[in-house]
């Protein structure tokens, strides 16, 4: 690929942008088919407590009410954990015991949305309150509430006993240790389209939700419905972000299925932003007790992490996801020891789940932070440091000792860069001269250097390409756009195997009647797997188009070969070659193709990588804080993401632009907050502080490229590099700022005060 | 010149209401909205640029049975200016406050009117509506009160006039009663070469304010200070007047110490709020700041 005339590698414009812009993308709330009735749920106020009794009957006799159901109407069976005990799961219906405040305790289903939310109103819920517990460590404590008091412990998943031994003398022999304590705080996914479902019954029921991967969410609905696989389609259409939280199917989604084929009639649940920012999965969650030990000129020797992971009431992904901080606790660095234990617990919260990173921007979160605290111990340069202990290229690809396979990395390339883009000893300099002049607005500069694992587990994706007697050719792909741009990637990887015009191919996806299998968009594996397939699929139709045309033109095989302008034939004879249009229509015609010809005029596949890639870069982040008042202002952020060969920078860079916001987000702006109740004190955007693009910089965001041998295309993912490099670079630096007071470390995110905390108490009364 | 579209308009599906149910009045006339409101007492609320009320009401936070729309009472929107006062109608759009050349001459309201939320939510929001919302952090009430402005008060049986000073009785709550009507405001014009400022420290671009200053200073010959005034927004269950602070002021011309007392003169008797986004301490310290600045501001471009 990538000849001279390629089409790869240019920035073409997404050509889903025109119909969302102009409002023409329709998303499931758009649908309203006829007799569609609707679902509101009644959810807990409560964060742990007994229900006592659930009064339903105004509630039933309400204008236009179809049903109220509470669990003694409406029988679900629990839905389990990942690696979570049985006992953890949960019922859609709450039985008895709500553990959350946005637990369901009834579901009500009425002519229109209006009626239902009244109806709701209506349901009266007796409690009979438990004691709450809302963060991890107190609930691993002995003595602590219960969330399941028959399991005997709010243990979700403990890691230790996965293999993850603690080594007593991991720090022996240490010339210098440090040590920190980090909170990676709770985040609300926030996708711009919060969630729902529209559930049409019928011999097939179809489902339109907006989901990462509609496979995924079939799965698990089917057997719920009794039916098989094939007699439930799920529909992906238009969705406004997922960011890891829009996987799988949700309870509500059960619920809504089953009253839907109850009914026998559409009924449809969406979700408002209230509704979403308590029922929705949260990400992050993480208390991390960490010890680095290095020699006294800066090479490391051990590093050890104890996790806390907070699960959320109930036990889904987010339990779970230590496993990836584990699997990249070893960041960039040739560390010879390194451990990190972890212990997932349940508290009276949302339950936890993947969100952007997913696990893997905890790791470099507490990497970055406390390589910054043993520069700042050592006195020495943080880009110093980190130099000093990367993993040099020569070694890969390499083994860790927690487990991941590295397939390539140039770790210096990107620091460098950045330091480039940077002007890093200039910011250094006007950085001195504040501190001199005793500025009110003193500079910092944060430095982070990252490595992640995109398509994780998941190797393996469906991809097939036909084309078709006029010419135009379809793409089906197992993988689920959902704002990435796939229609444009992956028909600019046919475009440029098969030179079809981009605008003569389209991209089938994100429906499973006519998607046969997929794994969904989640992961950063789309381009990697899903695309790589649409890359073989596309040589497969190429292959199969010589042997066609070698068989009309009477030549060898061995001499046929695409001419530009998109026709097959002869080399060295563009006369007499054959358009695609007369290729596919020759293969249906039993008297034009060979006789051993099978099928039309396309292939598919799946195809499997194998193992996980390793995109990696570094960031650099600047700050300006006011002494006075504490208030945090990024004034430039200088990203170099390496994920490979790059197909189409425009979207590269969407996805750095994007990603860096919500890892900005995260040191800068967003928490979740519990008072002790358990009450969500953040559940709407006004106490949640999701900034928006009037909050930042533009970002300065480039690439190397380190292609990656475990695919044709060289392509590593993307989708998450932003988020993972941003975050440790910003509060990075926003500690740098403060490093001449002695601050050595904050937790996120900046609010003002929290700045203004830590000036205060450092600076001398 | 530019043709329409010949389009037929957008045929948008119907959507549900989110509020509670209520009775939908839209009033051509200011009597006749303050005949409703008459009628309906603490059952009616009117509706201006709704861009507090609706989200409470979507919210099921608040309810009522009567909704009165004031968005198609024309004599209630507009800016005069004469005889030394703005005169600004309850109904007049924050943006066009932004952006009205008779407004200028009340330099505070430019200066505070670009907080108030994003542009979106100013191209609606009223100026009334923001004043009789009296939320404590609102930019427009702390105007309202530095500048001492007059305020029309409307109901059936006439129309009252009151001062700032009396306006706001707590946090959301003025002395306009059920069957009343905030209808006009006016703010007095200062001399000319008197110098104003705004600064409040947010968390986001168009946040309620954690703690923010609005200030006007007037300076004789000698660059002395002659005016002073000093309002304070978030840092209270109304916006407050820092008074022990202009007296302070008056009569000096302050040094950049002086100042920084000043500023922690503003805030000394205060006992700010505490909520999730700042605490009590960190309001009035940086409140103390905050004063410091804005004055510092204020009498940078005062005298020019």
């Given at each position: 690929?990538?000849?001279?005339g390629?089409?790869?590698g240019?920035p073409?414009?997404?050509?889903?942008?025109p119909?969302?812009?102009a409002?023409?993308a329709k998303?499931?709330?758009d649908?309203?088919?006829?007799?569609?009735?609707?679902?509101?749920?009644v959810?807990?106020t409560?964060a742990?407590?007994k229900?006592?009794?659930?009064?339903?009957g105004?509630?039933?006799s309400?204008?236009?009410v179809?049903?109220?159901?509470?669990k003694?109407?409406l029988?679900?069976?629990?839905?389990?954990g990942m690696?979570?005990?049985?006992?953890?799961?949960?019922?859609?219906?709450a039985?008895?015991?709500?553990?959350f405040?946005?637990?369901?305790?009834?579901?009500?289903?009425?002519e229109t949305?209006?009626?239902?939310v009244?109806?709701?109103?209506?349901?009266?819920?007796?409690?009979?309150?438990?004691?709450v517990?809302?963060?991890?460590?107190?609930?691993l404590?002995?003595?602590?509430?219960l969330?399941?008091?028959?399991?005997g412990?709010?243990?979700?998943?403990?890691?230790?006993?996965?293999?993850?031994?603690a080594?007593?003398?991991?720090?022996d022999?240490?010339?210098?240790?440090?040590?920190?304590?980090?909170v990676?705080?709770?985040?609300?996914?926030?996708?711009?389209?919060?969630n729902?479902?529209?559930?049409?019954?019928?011999?097939?029921v179809?489902?339109?939700v907006?989901?990462?991967?509609?496979?995924?969410?079939?799965?698990p609905l089917?057997p719920?419905?009794?039916?098989?696989?094939?007699?439930?389609?799920?529909?992906?259409?238009?969705?406004?972000?997922?960011?890891?939280?829009?996987?799988?199917?949700?309870?509500?989604?059960?619920?809504?299925?089953v009253l839907?084929?109850?009914?026998?009639?559409?009924?449809?649940?969406?979700?408002t932003r209230?509704?979403n920012?308590?029922?929705?999965?949260?990400?992050?969650?993480?208390?991390?007790?960490v010890d680095?030990?290095?020699t006294k000129d800066?090479?490391f020797?051990?590093?050890?992490c104890?996790?806390?992971q907070?699960a959320?009431?109930?036990s889904?992904?987010?339990?779970f996801?230590?496993f990836?901080?584990?699997?990249?606790?070893?960041?960039?660095?040739?560390f010879?020891?390194?451990e990190?234990?972890?212990?997932?617990?349940?508290?009276n919260?949302?339950p936890t789940?993947?969100?952007?990173g997913?696990?893997?921007?905890?790791?470099?979160a507490?990497?970055?932070r406390i390589?910054?605290?043993?520069?700042?111990?050592?006195?020495m340069?943080?880009i110093?440091?980190?130099?000093?202990?990367?993993?040099?290229?020569?070694?890969?690809?390499?083994s860790?000792?927690t487990f991941?396979?590295?397939?390539v990395?140039?770790?210096?390339?990107?620091?460098?860069?950045a330091?480039r883009?940077?002007g890093?000893?200039?910011?250094r300099?006007d950085?001195?001269?504040?501190?001199?002049?005793?500025?009110?607005?003193?500079?910092?500069?944060?430095?982070?250097a990252?490595?992640e694992?995109?398509?994780?587990?998941?190797f393996q994706?469906?991809?097939?390409v036909?084309?078709?007697?006029?010419?135009?050719?379809?793409?089906?792909?197992?993988?689920?756009?959902?704002?990435?741009?796939?229609?444009?990637?992956?028909?600019m990887?046919?475009?440029?195997l098969l030179?079809?015009p981009?605008d003569?191919?389209?991209?089938?996806?994100s429906d499973?009647a006519?998607v046969p299998?997929?794994?969904g968009?989640?992961?950063?594996?789309?381009?990697q797997?899903?695309?790589?397939?649409?890359?073989r699929?596309?040589?497969?139709?190429?292959?199969?188009?010589?042997?066609?045309?070698?068989?009309?033109?009477?030549a060898?095989?061995?001499?046929?070969?695409?001419?530009?302008?998109?026709k097959?034939?002869?080399?060295?004879?563009?006369a007499?070659?054959?358009?695609?249009?007369e290729?596919?229509?020759?293969a249906?015609?039993a008297?034009?193709?060979p006789?051993?010809w099978?099928?039309?005029?396309?292939a598919?596949?799946?195809f499997?990588?194998?193992?996980?890639t390793?995109?990696?870069?570094?960031?650099?982040?600047?700050v300006?804080?006011?002494?006075?008042?504490g208030?945090?202002e990024?004034?430039?952020?200088?990203?170099?993401?390496?994920?490979g060969?790059?197909?189409?920078p425009?979207?590269?860079?969407g996805?750095?632009?994007?990603g860096?916001?919500?890892g900005?987000?995260?040191?800068?702006?967003?928490?979740?907050?519990y008072?002790?109740?358990?009450?969500?004190?953040?559940?709407?955007?006004?106490?949640?502080?999701?900034?928006?693009?009037?909050e930042f910089?533009?970002?300065?965001a480039?690439?190397t490229?380190?292609?990656?041998?475990?695919?044709p295309?060289?392509?590593?993912?993307i989708?998450?590099?932003?988020?993972i490099?941003s975050?440790?670079?910003v509060?990075?630096?926003?500690?740098?700022?403060?490093?001449?007071?002695g601050?050595r470390?904050?937790?996120?995110?900046?609010?003002?005060?929290?700045?203004w905390?830590?000036?205060?108490?450092?600076?001398?009364? | 010149?530019?043709k329409?579209?010949?389009?037929?308009p957008?045929?948008l599906?119907?959507?549900?209401?989110?509020?509670?149910?209520?009775e939908?009045?839209?009033?051509?006339?200011?009597?006749?909205?303050?005949?409703?409101l008459?009628?309906?007492?603490?059952?009616?609320?009117?509706?201006a640029?709704?861009?507090?009320?609706?989200?409470?009401?979507?919210?099921?936070?608040?309810?009522?049975?009567?909704?009165?729309?004031?968005?198609?009472?024309?004599?209630?929107a507009g800016?005069?200016?004469?005889?030394?006062t703005?005169?600004?109608?309850?109904?007049?759009?924050?943006a066009?406050?932004?952006?009205s050349?008779?407004?200028?001459a009340?330099?505070?309201?430019?200066?505070?009117t670009?907080?108030?939320?994003h542009?979106?939510?100013?191209?609606?929001?009223?100026?009334?509506?923001?004043?009789?919302?009296?939320?404590?952090?609102?930019?427009?009430?702390?105007?309202?009160?530095?500048?001492?402005?007059?305020?029309?008060?409307a109901?059936?049986?006439?129309t009252?006039?009151?001062?700032?000073?009396?306006?706001?009785e707590g946090?959301?709550?003025?002395?306009?009663?059920?069957?009343?009507?905030?209808?006009?405001?006016h703010?007095?014009?200062?001399a000319?070469?008197a110098?104003?400022?705004?600064d409040e420290?947010a968390r986001r671009l168009?946040?309620?304010?954690l703690?923010?200053v609005?200030?006007?200073?007037?300076?004789?010959?000698?660059?002395?200070?002659?005016?002073?005034?000093?309002?304070?927004?978030?840092m209270?269950g109304?916006?407050?007047?820092?008074?022990?602070?202009e007296?302070?002021?008056?009569?000096?011309?302050?040094?950049?110490?002086?100042?920084?007392?000043?500023?922690?003169?503003a805030?000394?008797?205060?006992d700010?709020?505490?909520?999730?986004?700042?605490?009590t301490?960190?309001?009035?310290?940086?409140?103390?700041?905050?004063v410091?600045?804005?004055?510092?501001t204020?009498?940078e471009?005062a005298?020019?």
């Amino acid at each position: 690929m990538a000849t001279s005339g390629s089409i790869l590698g240019n920035p073409v414009r997404r050509v889903e942008d025109p119909r969302i812009l102009a409002g023409e993308a329709k998303y499931f709330d758009d649908l309203e088919p006829t007799g569609c009735a609707h679902v509101v749920f009644v959810r807990s106020t409560m964060a742990h407590a007994k229900i006592t009794g659930v009064d339903i009957g105004e509630a039933a006799s309400m204008p236009g009410v179809l049903a109220v159901h509470t669990k003694d109407t409406l029988a679900l069976e629990p839905v389990a954990g990942m690696m979570a005990p049985p006992a953890f799961s949960r019922p859609p219906l709450a039985d008895g015991v709500v553990r959350f405040v946005g637990d369901i305790i009834a579901v009500v289903v009425a002519e229109t949305r209006a009626q239902a939310v009244d109806a709701a109103e209506m349901v009266v819920v007796d409690y009979d309150p438990l004691p709450v517990v809302v963060d991890a460590e107190a609930a691993l404590k002995d003595g602590a509430p219960l969330l399941f008091p028959d399991h005997g412990s709010n243990v979700a998943v403990d890691f230790v006993t996965m293999g993850a031994t603690a080594d007593p003398t991991i720090l022996d022999g240490a010339e210098v240790v440090v040590s920190g304590r980090f909170v990676n705080q709770r985040l609300a996914p926030v996708p711009m389209e919060p969630n729902g479902i529209l559930v049409e019954p019928g011999d097939t029921v179809t489902i339109t939700v907006p989901t990462q991967g509609p496979h995924g969410v079939r799965d698990p609905l089917a057997p719920v419905l009794g039916l098989e696989p094939d007699k439930v389609r799920v529909i992906a259409p238009a969705v406004g972000g997922g960011f890891g939280a829009k996987t799988g199917a949700y309870v509500e989604h059960i619920v809504a299925a089953v009253l839907a084929q109850q009914l026998g009639r559409p009924v449809k649940w969406t979700e408002t932003r209230s509704e979403n920012m308590v029922s929705m999965v949260h990400g992050r969650g993480q208390i991390q007790d960490v010890d680095l030990a290095l020699t006294k000129d800066g090479m490391f020797q051990a590093v050890r992490c104890k996790v806390t992971q907070d699960a959320g009431a109930y036990s889904q992904i987010g339990a779970f996801l230590p496993f990836l901080t584990r699997t990249m606790a070893h960041g960039v660095y040739e560390f010879p020891k390194v451990e990190l234990t972890a212990i997932s617990a349940v508290t009276n919260t949302t339950p936890t789940g993947a969100y952007r990173g997913a696990g893997r921007p905890e790791a470099a979160a507490f990497l970055e932070r406390i390589i910054d605290m043993a520069a700042d111990e050592i006195g020495m340069d943080p880009i110093e440091i980190r130099k000093k202990n990367f993993i040099p290229p020569d070694k890969f690809p390499y083994s860790t000792t927690t487990f991941a396979n590295y397939d390539v990395g140039e770790y210096a390339k990107s620091l460098d860069e950045a330091v480039r883009v940077a002007g890093y000893d200039q910011l250094r300099a006007d950085q001195k001269a504040r501190r001199e002049s005793g500025d009110v607005k003193q500079l910092g500069i944060g430095v982070a250097a990252y490595v992640e694992i995109t398509s994780g587990g998941m190797f393996q994706e469906f991809g097939s390409v036909e084309v078709k007697p006029d010419g135009s050719a379809v793409a089906t792909v197992g993988t689920s756009a959902h704002g990435q741009g796939h229609e444009t990637t992956f028909t600019m990887i046919v475009s440029d195997l098969l030179g079809i015009p981009m605008d003569k191919i389209t991209l089938v996806q994100s429906d499973t009647a006519v998607v046969p299998r997929g794994s969904g968009t989640m992961g950063s594996r789309s381009l990697q797997i899903g695309g790589s397939a649409i890359y073989r699929a596309s040589e497969g139709v190429l292959e199969k188009a010589k042997v066609l045309a070698a068989h009309l033109l009477e030549a060898n095989v061995d001499d046929i070969v695409l001419h530009d302008g998109g026709k097959v034939g002869v080399a060295g004879v563009p006369a007499s070659a054959l358009t695609w249009g007369e290729l596919a229509e020759a293969a249906e015609d039993a008297s034009r193709r060979p006789d051993d010809w099978e099928g039309k005029l396309a292939a598919e596949l799946d195809f499997n990588q194998g193992e996980a890639t390793f995109p990696f870069g570094a960031h650099i982040a600047v700050v300006e804080v006011d002494m006075e008042t504490g208030r945090v202002e990024l004034i430039r952020h200088v990203a170099v993401d390496d994920c490979g060969k790059v197909l189409n920078p425009l979207i590269v860079q969407g996805q750095q632009h994007g990603g860096i916001a919500q890892g900005v987000a995260q040191a800068m702006y967003e928490g979740v907050v519990y008072d002790e109740d358990g009450n969500p004190l953040t559940a709407n955007l006004m106490d949640y502080a999701m900034p928006s693009a009037a909050e930042f910089p533009s970002f300065e965001a480039s690439n190397t490229e380190t292609p990656t041998p475990l695919n044709p295309l060289g392509a590593k993912g993307i989708g998450e590099s932003g988020t993972i490099g941003s975050t440790p670079a910003v509060q990075n630096a926003v500690v740098d700022a403060l490093s001449h007071l002695g601050v050595r470390h904050l937790d996120m995110p900046f609010t003002s005060e929290r700045v203004w905390r830590a000036i205060r108490d450092a600076t001398p009364a | 010149m530019r043709k329409r579209s010949a389009k037929p308009p957008l045929a948008l599906p119907c959507r549900p209401v989110k509020p509670a149910p209520f009775e939908y009045h839209a009033p051509a006339t200011t009597a006749d909205a303050l005949a409703v409101l008459a009628e309906h007492g603490d059952e009616a609320k009117p509706l201006a640029g709704g861009q507090s009320l609706v989200p409470m009401l979507a919210l099921r936070l608040t309810r009522f049975g009567h909704l009165v729309d004031l968005n198609r009472v024309p004599e209630l929107a507009g800016i005069e200016r004469h005889n030394g006062t703005v005169t600004v109608g309850t109904m007049t759009r924050q943006a066009d406050l932004e952006r009205s050349p008779d407004a200028a001459a009340v330099p505070l309201l430019g200066l505070a009117t670009p907080l108030i939320g994003h542009f979106q939510i100013r191209n609606r929001g009223t100026v009334g509506g923001s004043i009789a919302h009296a939320d404590p952090a609102g930019e427009l009430p702390a105007v309202v009160l530095t500048l001492d402005a007059q305020l029309d008060i409307a109901s059936a049986s006439g129309t009252r006039t009151v001062s700032a000073s009396e306006f706001f009785e707590g946090t959301w709550t003025t002395v306009v009663g059920d069957d009343e009507l905030l209808t006009a405001v006016h703010f007095p014009v200062w001399a000319d070469g008197a110098g104003f400022a705004v600064d409040e420290v947010a968390r986001r671009l168009g946040d309620f304010a954690l703690v923010g200053v609005v200030c006007g200073v007037e300076l004789d010959g000698s660059s002395k200070v002659t005016r002073a005034a000093i309002g304070l927004l978030g840092m209270g269950g109304t916006p407050l007047r820092a008074a022990a602070a202009e007296q302070a002021l008056v009569g000096t011309a302050p040094t950049d110490d002086e100042l920084t007392e000043i500023g922690r003169l503003a805030v000394a008797d205060l006992d700010p709020p505490a909520d999730i986004h700042a605490s009590t301490e960190y309001r009035s310290s940086v409140g103390a700041h905050v004063v410091k600045r804005a004055l510092r501001t204020a009498l940078e471009r005062a005298g020019g």
